[in-house]
């Protein structure tokens, strides 16, 4: 199976400015990515997805870039807003179905 | 458009005793996912219904859980008997094809005593 790392537990940002989230995977076949923001007491909210054939993709303050040389993921928010705390997830799968999740990212904002 | 709904929100229910959480997809997804986060866990996958049919039960830990998607609408998963190791929030997610974005509800979390 596929193994999906991140690089921070958690990380704390100052209001206004821009976040990176950070993911390693293992497992070079994969071919399909997802960040998830999770609040709590509710279900994992997509975000954002990539497929392989693509190193970047942006959607409203969100950034996905893949960098599969480095199997690696990350997740830019712009202007980081207080809404924006909670834990993110990167999941990612090989076969479009079956995701294989990393441990999660608590973002915390800074007022 | 209503999300997928998942039921109960919380559930207690002493090791032995039987339960069956309830997921109703996003209308019109033929595809529905089972997961689960245990304690200190990643969430995991579970099962993969396309319609009412079963693609992969892979993830399903042992034959003390049941999932059933009669219909190809709504689904169930029951835990016959509840182990304590059972504890931890149950999530189902659907998506329109099995290549597209899978939408999460908020979850069962379902304690074991």
């Known amino acids: 199976g596929e193994s999906v790392g991140l690089h921070l537990p958690t990380l704390s940002v100052q209001e206004g400015d821009n976040s990176i989230i950070n993911c390693a995977y293992s497992?070079?076949?994969?071919?399909?990515f997802i960040w998830y923001k999770q609040e709590s007491g509710k279900g994992p909210q997509f975000i954002i997805d990539i497929r392989s054939n693509m190193d970047k993709r942006q959607g409203q303050r969100v950034t996905v870039l893949l960098n599969k040389t480095v199997k690696h993921l990350s997740l830019q928010i712009a202007a980081t807003q207080p809404g924006d705390s909670a834990v993110y997830f990167c999941a990612l799968s090989r076969n479009d179905y079956k995701l294989s999740f990393g441990a999660g990212t608590t973002v915390t904002v800074r007022a | 458009e209503a999300g997928v709904t998942q039921f109960p929100s919380h559930s207690v229910i002493e090791k032995g005793q039987t339960v069956t959480l309830r997921c109703d997809p996003i209308?019109?997804?033929?595809?529905l996912y089972w997961y689960r986060r245990v304690m200190g866990k990643e969430i995991k996958f579970l099962l993969h219904?396309?319609?009412?049919?079963?693609?992969?039960e892979s993830g399903m830990p042992n034959n003390r859980f049941l999932a059933e998607r009669t219909g190809g609408t709504y689904s169930t998963l029951k835990v016959q008997p509840a182990e304590l190791e059972d504890s931890g929030v149950y999530f189902c997610a659907s998506s329109q094809t099995d290549g597209a974005a899978q939408h999460f509800g908020d979850g069962t979390r379902l304690s074991i005593l």
């Open positions: 219904f396309v319609k009412e049919s079963k693609q992969d």
């Open positions: 209308s019109g997804h033929d595809n």
């Open positions: 497992n070079s076949a994969s071919d399909y």
